[in-house]
């Protein structure tokens, strides 16, 4: 009985983690050879969220924040997401890394 107890909770904890996730307002951006669809996106202040990154072109692709401090690579055809913590009101640039001479995105937080 005792096993049975520790095997569930080991169990809660590997998925409480995944549905907190779940349940986050969750926002898409494409990566497709340097260029970010949208430019702009759009976030409530003071409340967590999440980014789901999908990087659609030929070539690797990173989502960088420095104000952020994120950093994720995408190989090509890779979907994944980042996490961020709640914002102030304002605006937070982004870029990829590997196509520093293309404009950067942002998140406006309001």
């Given at each position: 009985m005792k096993r049975l107890r520790i095997a569930w909770l080991i169990l809660?904890?590997?998925v409480v983690p995944v549905t907190?996730?779940?349940q986050l307002p969750s926002f898409e951006l494409i990566l497709r050879d340097g260029h970010f669809t949208p430019a702009l996106l759009e976030v409530?202040?003071?409340q967590r969220f999440k980014i789901?990154?999908?990087n659609l072109g030929q070539g690797?692709?990173?989502f960088e924040s420095t104000p952020l401090r994120?950093?994720?690579v995408l190989s090509p055809g890779v979907?994944?997401?980042v996490v961020i913590h709640p914002l102030r009101p304002g605006h937070y640039p982004f870029f990829d890394e590997f196509n520093p001479q293309l404009p950067e995105g942002g998140i406006l937080a309001k």
């Open positions: 809660a904890g590997a907190a996730y779940a409530p202040a003071g789901v990154l999908k690797p692709a990173e994120v950093e994720k979907t994944t997401f």
